[in-house]
């Protein structure tokens, strides 16, 4: 069974940092991209970042763009998101996606996305 499990959500106060984590199993994910979403409460899910699996390419929101960091820990098959300098307007529910055979500029646009995980909630208080 594929998974996507998010993990290490929380409150926070503005300025501070959060690390988040999607552990993936249940197939290869090798030639996926993986990105990050997130949605705030009476709005749409947006595209905060995304990272090509195979040679690490990435791209980023502009809201986000030297705020936050995506790595991929290839031996715990483990991508995650580095959130610093966190902003109220940062509070959401981040769900981590994976499209197979995707790019990380493709994925900017959620569609063809094969497996979601189920969301962890950053609360930045100001």
């Known amino acids: 069974q594929v998974q996507l499990v998010e993990s290490g959500g929380g409150l926070v106060q503005a300025g501070g940092s959060l690390r988040l984590s999607c552990a993936a199993s249940g197939r290869t994910f090798s030639s996926a991209a993986m990105g990050w979403y997130r949605q705030a409460p009476g709005k749409e899910r947006e595209f905060v970042g995304a990272?090509?699996?195979?040679?690490?390419?990435?791209n980023y929101a502009d809201s986000v763009k030297g705020r936050f960091t995506i790595a991929i820990d290839n031996a715990k098959n483990t991508v995650y998101l580095q959130m610093d300098s966190l902003k109220p307007e940062d509070t959401a529910v981040y769900y981590c996606?994976?499209?197979?055979?995707?790019?990380?500029?493709?994925?900017?646009?959620?569609?063809?996305?094969?497996?979601w995980g189920k969301g962890t909630l950053v609360t930045v208080s100001s």
């Open positions: 996606a994976a499209r197979l055979y995707g790019t990380a500029q493709a994925m900017v646009v959620p569609i063809g996305i094969n497996y």
């Open positions: 990272m090509k699996w195979s040679d690490h390419s990435t």
